[in-house]
């Protein structure tokens, strides 16, 4: 079980699209047992058919000289689309500024870039949980701090999509997860990829945050997209 655990944790790490080439140290933040228990993914009920679904997606149009990946919100009919067929990966469920206080997802979580400098150490799309992302000053940045940003970031005004106010398992929803490692992003919903990370031996170099709270999925998610449930 643990060699499958290994494998399947460096898939991701090598699945992941190529950023740069910065290092990033371990969140000190540990998951709990009842943590792991809560999120057992399989288990949620499914999220509402008129939520949006949230993807990632790579980015080569606006920033030319790499592959970023960033998240959008989209209907099921674009995520369907044969014209987009392998354009995006499904992260979970939630609702956008038509509806921002749908179901009590009133919470936005927003976007900003960073350009490759000394204050990074790489560059890039992230994003921020709750309040909008203001540059720190150039004497008091702190990379760990997940409600700032290095100072010559930019932040996008408008929220990427809305996050619920705190995790509820009851009625399905999550939080989703932004971690960093050997110069790669991704985003999960499944807390067992952290855990993995986290506690993989030898240590790798590794961070993460939590950047919402949203639906797992829905049951057509499920049903036909070929979802990724945790054992």
Request: with cysteine; net charge neutral.
């Amino acid at each position: 079980m643990e060699k499958k655990m290994k494998w399947t944790v460096w898939f991701l790490i090598l699945a992941l699209p190529l950023m740069s080439t910065g290092c990033f140290h371990a969140s000190k933040k540990k998951l709990s047992d009842d943590d792991l228990n809560a999120l057992s993914i399989k288990n949620l009920p499914p999220a509402p058919e008129d939520a949006q679904m949230l993807v990632t997606y790579l980015d080569n149009v606006t920033y030319s000289t790499k592959n970023l990946p960033r998240l959008k919100l989209i209907t099921p009919q674009e995520f369907d689309n044969p014209v987009n067929a392998g354009k995006y990966s499904f992260v979970g469920r939630t609702y956008g500024n038509n509806s921002p206080f749908r179901r009590g997802l009133d919470l936005p979580i927003h976007e900003y870039y960073a350009p490759l400098s000394p204050w990074t150490g790489r560059d890039g799309f992230r994003y921020i949980f709750s309040v909008k992302c203001f540059p720190s000053p150039a004497g008091s940045y702190n990379p760990d701090d997940p409600y700032s940003c290095a100072p010559d970031a930019r932040a996008y005004n408008d929220p990427v999509a809305y996050s619920a106010a705190g995790e509820n398992p009851g009625v399905g929803i999550v939080a989703l997860y932004q971690f960093e490692t050997l110069g790669n992003v991704g985003y999960t919903t499944d807390a067992q990829i952290i855990w993995g990370l986290l506690t993989m031996q030898p240590p790798i170099p590794f961070r993460y945050k939590m950047i919402g709270y949203i639906y797992h999925s829905s049951k057509s998610d499920r049903d036909q997209r070929n979802i990724f449930l945790s054992p």
